[in-house]
C-alpha cells in the first residue's frame, strides 16, 4: 500500500471516527453557502426567465414618441441616418404623420372590380423598413406594392399572405370627394404576440406618396408617385432599443434631443430593473457576507482541528508520515468537507426549485423557470473547494516540528 | 546500530531550559541500553534527538542502521527524516501512541502501512503472535477509547514487534503497567535484540527489570547548573 493511499485511508478514517464533528462542519458550511446560492438560483431562474420574457415582446424594446420631433423640426433623411447610429437605436422607421392614419382597406376582388362599399375596413397605416423587429423572421413590405399586416387586421380583412387587397386613398376637392383605389400585394401576416393591434405596413415611401396626394402634392394621375420637388423629411418615428435594457436610455437620449412626450411602450422594463437592482444588490452583500463567513468558518475549523489532532499528527510524523503525507490527509478531509457542504447547498437549491416555479408563475406570470444555473454554481464550488485547499494547507503547514514533538508527549 | 558522537542539544529558554551535551553513545545491533536518570533530566529530548525529532545545536557523528544521518539530523526537511525514520527506526512513545481514529487492529499495523508495506501473511503472522504474547488478542478488534492505560502501552509496543526497525527506540516503556505486563513488556523488547537482531535503546525508570531483560544502563546526570551529559555507560 503506497503512502499516498495510506494518508487517504487514514484521512477517511478519521472522519469516521470523528463524524459527528464532521457532519456539523458539512451542515455549517452548507448554512454559510445556502442563502447566497439560494439567492444565485433566484436571480437566474426568475429575473432571467422573467426579462427573457419581457424580452420575447418587441413592444417592450419601442420607445413612443407620441409627441413628434417636437421643437427640433422635422427629420431630413440625414438626421435619421444619424439617429440609426446611436447605440440605443435598434431599429427606426420614419412615420410620414404625427399619430397613425385610419385608411379603408379590402381585400381585392377578382378582375378588374373595385370592392363594395361595405367591404372596407378602416385600418392605421404604419411604415416599416428591413430590419423592423415586429417582422422578424417574415418579408418586409418594400416598394409601392406590397403591404404587410398584423394578424388582427388580416383577420378583419380575412385575408393571407399572397392575396390582394385595396387602399382607398380619399381627399376633398373643391367640395367633391376624391378617391383613389391602390391595390397591393400582402406580403405578410405578423403574429398577435408580435403586434396585437390591427395595422397594415407600408414602405415609407408608399406612406409619403399617399400622404402626398391627400395633402394635393400630387394629381390623381400621378398617384402613386411623389412630387418632383418632394423634400423627404418626417414628423415622427417608430423605433426600438437593440435590447431591453437599453429602451430607458433610449427613452431619456431622444427626450435631450428635442422629442416629445416620450416614453416606454411598457412598465416592465421599470419592475424588471428594479427587481434586477434589488436582487443584484442583495445577492452582492449574501455573496460578499457568504464567502466572508465561509472562510472564517473554513479557517476556525481547519485550525480547531489541527489543534486538536496535533497530537495524531504528531503520532503520525513519528511513524514516518511527512509534511506531504499530513498535508494530503487534511486536504483530502477538507475537500470531502467542502464538497459535501457544497453538495448540500446545491441540493437545497435544487429543493428551491419547485417553490421558486410557483412563485413565478404566480408572481409574474412564467411558464417556465431559467434553466438551473449547474455551471455557474459548480464554478462557485470550484471556488469554495480552492478556498478549503488553501486553508488547509496553511493549517497543515504552520505546524512546526516543535509543536509536533511536544504534542508526542502530551498524547 | 547507533553512533552518536559529541551531539549537544539546547532545550529550553536561558532562564529555565539547560544543555543536553553526549559526548559518544553506540549501540551495536542485538544490543540492549537503557537511559537512566531523574525524571526531567532530558532522557526523552535525547531518544528524540536520536528519532530525528529535535535538532541539535552541534553534532559530530550520527550512524543510524549503518547510513550517515548526521546532515539529516542538523538541516534535514520534515519529509526526508520522516522518510527516513520510516525505514530505520522505530519509536514506542511513552503512551503507547495510539491513533484514535483507527481500531487496535489497524493501530498495530499503522507503522508498516506507513512504511508502505504489504501486509503480508508474514505481517499478519507476527501481529498475531505479538498480540498474544502481549495479552492483546481480545482487545485488536477494539478501538482506542475502549482500550485501557495499559492496554495502548502494549498496543504500542505491539506496533513495534509487527514491524521492527534495526533501531528501536522506546520512551519508559513499562510505565504504569502492572508488574507482570511490564515483565512481559522489557522481555519483549529485550527479545527484538536477542531474536531480531535489533539494537534497542530505551528510557526508564525500571532499572531492575531493564537488567533482567538483558539491558545495560547508561545514565544521564546533571553536571552543573543547566548543564547535562551522558556520562555513564555500562554498570
Known amino acids: 500500500m503506497s503512502r499516498v493511499s495510506t494518508a487517504l485511508r487514514f484521512a477517511l478514517a478519521d472522519l469516521w471516527a470523528d463524524r459527528l464533528a464532521a457532519l456539523l462542519t458539512i451542515l455549517l458550511l452548507m448554512v454559510v453557502m445556502t442563502p447566497a446560492t439560494l439567492l444565485y438560483v433566484a436571480k437566474v431562474g426568475l429575473v432571467s426567465a422573467w426579462t427573457e420574457e419581457i424580452a420575447r415582446d418587441v413592444s417592450n424594446r419601442e420607445v413612443l414618441v407620441l409627441g413628434g420631433t417636437g421643437t427640433r423640426g422635422w427629420l431630413s433623411e440625414a438626421e435619421l441616418a444619424r439617429l440609426r447610429a446611436w447605440p440605443e437605436v435598434g431599429f427606426v422607421t420614419p412615420e410620414p404623420v404625427f399619430s397613425v392614419r385610419a385608411h379603408d382597406w379590402a381585400p381585392a376582388p377578382a378582375g378588374e372590380a373595385l370592392p363594395g362599399p361595405g367591404q372596407f375596413v378602416t385600418l392605421g397605416l404604419r411604415t416599416t423598413l428591413p430590419g423592423d423587429p415586429v417582422f422578424a423572421g417574415h418579408a418586409v413590405a418594400q416598394g409601392m406594392t406590397e403591404v404587410g399586416c398584423s394578424a388582427a387586421a388580416a383577420a378583419k380583412l380575412g385575408v393571407g399572405v399572397g392575396d390582394r387587397v385595396v387602399v382607398q386613398v380619399t381627399r376633398q376637392s373643391d367640395g367633391r370627394l376624391e378617391r383613389e383605389f391602390l391595390p397591393l400585394t400582402l406580403v405578410a401576416v405578423v403574429p398577435a404576440s408580435r403586434w396585437p393591434r390591427a395595422n397594415v405596413f407600408v414602405s415609407p415611401a408608399l406612406a409619403r406618396a399617399i400622404r402626398a396626394f391627400q395633402y394635393h402634392e400630387v394629381t390623381r394621375a400621378d398617384f402613386p408617385r411623389l412630387p418632383e420637388q418632394a423634400t423627404l423629411t418626417w414628423p415622427s418615428i417608430r423605433v426600438y432599443a437593440p435590447t431591453i435594457h437599453l429602451a430607458p436610455a433610449l427613452r431619456e437620449r431622444l427626450q435631450a434631443a428635442g422629442f416629445d412626450e416620450v416614453r416606454l411602450h411598457s412598465d416592465q422594463i421599470a419592475r424588471l430593473q428594479g427587481l434586477e437592482r434589488g436582487i443584484d444588490a442583495a445577492f452582492g452583500m449574501l455573496l460578499v457576507l457568504g464567502a466572508l463567513g465561509f472562510c472564517v468558518s473554513l479557517f476556525l475549523l481547519e485550525w480547531l482541528s489541527a489543534e486538536r489532532k496535533t497530537g495524531d499528527l504528531a503520532l503520525l510524523v513519528v511513524l514516518g508520515f511527512g509534511s506531504r503525507e499530513l498535508a494530503l490527509l487534511r486536504l483530502s478531509q477538507s475537500l470531502l468537507l467542502v464538497a459535501s457542504g457544497c453538495a448540500l447547498a446545491l441540493l437545497t437549491a435544487l429543493a428551491a426549485q419547485a417553490p421558486l416555479q410557483a412563485l413565478g408563475h404566480s408572481l409574474l406570470g412564467l411558464e417556465h423557470l431559467h434553466p438551473f444555473p449547474l455551471g455557474d454554481l459548480m464554478l462557485g464550488a470550484l471556488a469554495a473547494l480552492l478556498i478549503g485547499v488553501v486553508g488547509s494547507t496553511y493549517a497543515t503547514l504552520r505546524l512546526r516540528s516543535a509543536e509536533l514533538t511536544a504534542a508526542i508527549r502530551k498524547d | ?235
Open chain 2, 1 to 235: 546500530m547507533l553512533r552518536l558522537a559529541a551531539a549537544e542539544l539546547r532545550v529550553g529558554d536561558a532562564a529555565r531550559g539547560f544543555t543536553l551535551e553526549l559526548p559518544e553513545l553506540r549501540l551495536a545491533a542485538g544490543e540492549r541500553v537503557a537511559l537512566v536518570g531523574p525524571s526531567g533530566i532530558g532522557k526523552t529530548t535525547l531518544l528524540e534527538l536520536v528519532a530525528l525529532l529535535q535538532r541539535p545545536t552541534r553534532l559530530a557523528a550520527l550512524e543510524i542502521a549503518g547510513h550517515d544521518a548526521r546532515e539529516l539530523a542538523l538541516r534535514g526537511g520534515l519529509n526526508a527524516r520522516a522518510a527516513f525514520r520510516a525505514r530505520h527506526l522505530s519509536y514506542m512513545v511513552q503512551s503507547g501512541g495510539v491513533l484514535p481514529f483507527l481500531s487496535a487492529r489497524d493501530n498495530a499495523l499503522a507503522a508498516a502501512r506507513v512504511a508502505g508495506e504489504r501486509i503480508d501473511a508474514a505481517l499478519l503472522e507476527r501481529l498475531a503472535i505479538g498480540a498474544e504474547r502481549l495479552g492483546l488478542g481480545a482487545a485488536l478488534q477494539r478501538g482506542r477509547a475502549e482500550l485501557s492505560g495499559g492496554e495502548r502501552k502494549r498496543l504500542g509496543l505491539l506496533r513495534v514487534l509487527v514491524a521492527p526497525r534495526p533501531l528501536v527506540l522506546a520512551d519508559e516503556p513499562t510505565s504504569a503497567l502492572d508488574g507482570a505486563a511490564a515483565t512481559t513488556v522489557m522481555t519483549a523488547l529485550g527479545e527484538l535484540a536477542s531474536r531480531h537482531g535489533c539494537a534497542v535503546l530505551i528510557v526508564t525508570h525500571d532499572e531492575v527489570r531493564a537488567r533482567a531483560a538483558g539491558f545495560r544502563l547508561c545514565a544521564l546526570r546533571g553536571v552543573s547548573p543547566g548543564h547535562r551529559r551522558l556520562c555513564a555507560l555500562g554498570g
